[in-house]
């Protein structure tokens, strides 16, 4: 490895760290405020910026603070859920930036919001159904309650999601392909 690739790694480690500590203090800082949260958008845009293996390292390590040294409480399956809900975030953030061309930005925003409710949709499917496995009860039990009953936990967070994603997404990617740029990191 040459001095040009250590230079490059140790940029991409430190990146990931920050943004970690990012996800992390955002979410003590809202925690007060259930299920609306920026880590999700914060992992899926690392993915779409950096790539999958960033999106996915700061989804791992986030929820390995934030799980760990929960407010809520700390289970250990719930966290293994919530680590491979939260890594979907920014799989697919890495995934589909290879796909996208940006003719038409403003057309980002309904797809990014969009895309950020399906994501949460899927995350919230997976750790109810968790929930209901270590609680013993019936999985639709656990998704009707996690969705439909007060105080809608899955609704506040899917509709959140598609907000923000709708809102803050593009601004933010714009932001980090300038983060990019300066740290010059492949």
Not at 62 to 70: F, H, P, R
Not at 77 to 85: F, Q, R
Not at 109 to 124: H, K, M, P, Q, R
């Amino acid at each position: 490895m040459n001095i040009l690739q250590t230079k490059s790694a140790a940029k991409k480690i430190a990146l990931i760290g920050a943004l970690t500590a990012l996800c992390v203090s955002t979410n003590y800082v809202m925690s007060a405020v259930p299920n609306i949260n920026l880590m999700d958008l914060l992992v899926f845009v690392t993915g779409f910026s950096f790539g999958a293996f960033a999106g996915a390292s700061v989804a791992t390590l986030s929820w390995m603070v934030y799980g760990v040294i929960n407010p809520l409480g700390f289970n250990i399956v719930i966290l293994a859920s919530c680590i491979i809900g939260e890594t979907i975030f920014g799989v697919v953030g890495g995934v589909i930036r290879k796909g996208i061309k940006f003719h038409r930005p403003s057309n980002f925003n309904i797809e990014f919001g969009i895309l950020g409710l399906v994501l949460s949709t899927a995350y919230d499917l997976i750790t109810n159904i968790v929930y209901a496995k270590i609680f013993n009860l019936p999985i639709i039990t656990a998704i009707v309650s996690g969705w439909l009953l007060p105080p809608w936990f899955g609704v506040i967070h899917e509709i959140s999601n598609l907000i923000l994603f709708s809102v803050i997404a593009l601004p933010l990617v714009k932001a980090m392909s300038k983060v990019k740029e300066r740290l010059i990191i492949v």
